[in-house]
């Protein structure tokens, strides 16, 4: 890679091999000595002013020599023959000009959690002319921005004129824009102790606001919030798809508005006070996703997105209130995922679910509580046709509660099972179906995650009756085993013989078997196994395991 001549070498002609003729040269030479070869040496001239005369056509040669190495390398390279569509993609993939630093995002509607360092776009187009033609000229390049305070949050850079680049040469694309590390950076009324960034919000929120596509802010961001509500007064958000607002920790009291925005989407909200004003088009949202925030603030959240398709929240804090607000009954017909992550189920919770809101589409439910109070299992009855997917953390006072809401469950498809610190025998009789009425008779995929790998002989026997009985007893065959453990991942072989031989039938037979550790599957072969060897104990260590029972990503 090249990068462009010298402003001194780039002010030479680079002509052809075959223009390279004396003829051409003689226009560079001294006319002293022209004057000289061309009567062939007659006219006299000092030996030393020769000698310099040489030097300085050597010089001129040497340099038109260089130019020309140069531009024949570059047009023999194999990146400058790319086509410039080919080129831009691969820009897409050029982090590693700026790896990302300590400061990441992440957003559990969105997949990625690193993003590029804002000026990468930037520094591939400073290459040489043809990577700023097509930097310059790929919008994509441009439709991702991270205003990070390890990166730019600093007077020195020029923060507006890097937005309004950003913005012109997106073209007609829209930006996904990612604020984080902001506090007390932003005052409008001039105050001397901190560095206003007016410049830099005008050029978001009042210039390009509908060039905006998805905005997330991270840490403190209620030196903006109040702002944003004004601006809508006078401009529209009309590209805006999804926001996210992280304050964990201390929690946000202003208000959050926006109502001028007739495509938003999607709303996260991590950490907010009882004192929050939340105010959306309610009737837009079709995913919520919620955390950190008081029981009874989530609950009126989710009542007024009745058109939602998708609803999340974990870590609730204690109601300030102590009454949920709802007394009539609620609709969700379009909601498909209903994910209760939170350990724990306030009396408003209990009160509305057992007898006011109402799921009949649902088709994947994550539940972390208990199923004591029954108000639960009469949400899963509501339509449980639609049920495909049900994960839940399993305790031995909940067998027989969940027995007969299993009955009912004819069509889920995919179960998830925590058992702490190991898998259970009453969970394996649970699951294991009888020749009358099978339970779950088109379960295809089953997923159990616990804390350690420990399994004595008698869980391994009644595990492959199990999965030997789904495979034969109902109609929907089990295809698709998951062991998932919080353990290193070298601590999980070896594995008893019974179990590997057990496995080697089931994958012969067509089905699969993943093994993860701390989230991430392990490749293993099950039909080359032998070098394993039985272990008389467990083979995880007290250290192995994590003190408290991990929560669950999603």
């Known amino acids: 890679m090249h990068g462009e001549p010298d ?52 010089t001129q040669l040497e340099t038109r020599r260089a130019l020309l190495l140069q531009h024949s390398n570059t047009q023999h390279s194999a990146i400058f023959k790319l086509p410039s569509e080919i080129l831009a993609e691969v820009f897409q993939y050029a982090d590693a000009i700026d790896p990302p630093s300590e400061c990441i995002f992440s957003s559990s509607t969105r997949s990625s959690s690193r993003r590029r ?8 187009g400073a290459v040489c002319t043809h990577w700023r033609h097509v930097a310059w000229n790929s919008p994509q390049l441009w439709t991702n921005l991270p205003l990070s305070g390890c990166w730019v949050w600093e007077a020195k850079f020029p923060l507006a004129q890097i937005l309004n680049t950003y913005y012109h040469n997106m073209k007609v694309m829209t930006l996904d824009l990612f604020i984080d590390c902001f506090r007390g950076r932003f005052v409008p009324d001039g105050d001397e102790d901190h ?42 958000f009309s590209h805006l798809e999804e926001v996210w607002i992280k304050s964990p920790g201390a929690g946000f009291e202003e208000k959050l508005s926006f109502t001028n925005a007739p495509r938003l989407r999607k709303i996260e909200l991590v950490g907010a006070t009882g004192s929050a004003v939340v105010v959306l088009p309610w009737t837009q949202i079709t995913h919520l996703t919620l955390c950190d925030v008081p029981s009874d603030l989530c ?18 804090t204690p109601s300030s209130s102590g009454s949920s607000g709802v007394r009539d009954r609620i609709n969700f017909p379009h909601l498909k995922t209903f994910h209760y992550l939170d350990r724990e189920l306030s009396s408003e919770w209990r009160e509305a679910m057992g007898r006011y809101l109402q799921f009949p589409a649902l088709e994947s439910v994550v539940w972390h509580p208990d199923w004591s109070a029954g108000v639960e299992r009469q949400m899963l009855r509501q339509h449980p046709e639609s049920i495909q997917t049900l994960e839940f953390r399993f305790r031995r006072r909940d067998q027989s509660r969940l027995k007969p809401m299993f009955i009912a469950l004819n069509s889920l498809e995919e179960l998830k099972v ?40 008698k869980v391994v026997s009644s595990l492959l009756a199990m999965i030997n009985s789904r495979r034969t007893l109902t109609h929907a065959k089990l295809d698709h085993l998951v062991l998932s453990y919080y353990v290193r991942s070298f601590k999980l072989e070896p594995w008893p013989p019974v179990l590997i031989e057990g496995f080697k039938a089931l994958v012969r037979d067509g089905m699969k078997i993943v093994i993860e550790a701390d989230d991430e599957e392990l490749s293993y072969d099950w039909l080359h196994a032998e070098d394993i060897v039985e272990c008389d104990s467990s083979s995880t260590s007290a250290s192995d395991i994590l003190d408290v029972e991990p929560r669950v990503e999603l």
């Open 418 to 457: 925590s058992c702490w610190p190991s898998i259970k025998l009453s969970v394996l009789d649970l699951l294991t179906p009888q020749k009358r009425r099978p339970l779950l008779p088109s379960l295809r995929k089953l997923h159990f995650t616990a804390r350690s790998n420990e399994m004595s002989l």
């Open 117 to 124: 360092h804002p000026f990468t776009p930037i520094r591939l």
């Open 7 to 58: 402003a001194k070498l780039s002010a030479l002609a680079l002509p052809g091999v075959a223009e390279l003729s004396l003829k051409h040269l003689s226009s560079e030479l001294p006319t002293s000595l022209l004057t000289d070869l061309s009567t062939g040496g007659t006219t006299s001239i000092s030996t030393s002013d020769e000698l310099n005369q040489l030097n300085q056509l050597i």
């Open 195 to 236: 560095i206003t960034q007016e410049d830099a919000f005008n050029a978001i929120f009042v210039e390009h606001a509908d060039k905006l596509r998805v905005l997330g802010m991270r840490m403190w961001p209620e030196a903006w919030l109040p702002h944003i509500e004004k601006v809508q007064e006078t401009t529209s």
């Open 299 to 316: 609950l009126k959240l989710l009542t007024q997105c009745t058109n939602l398709e998708y609803f999340s929240c974990d870590d609730l």
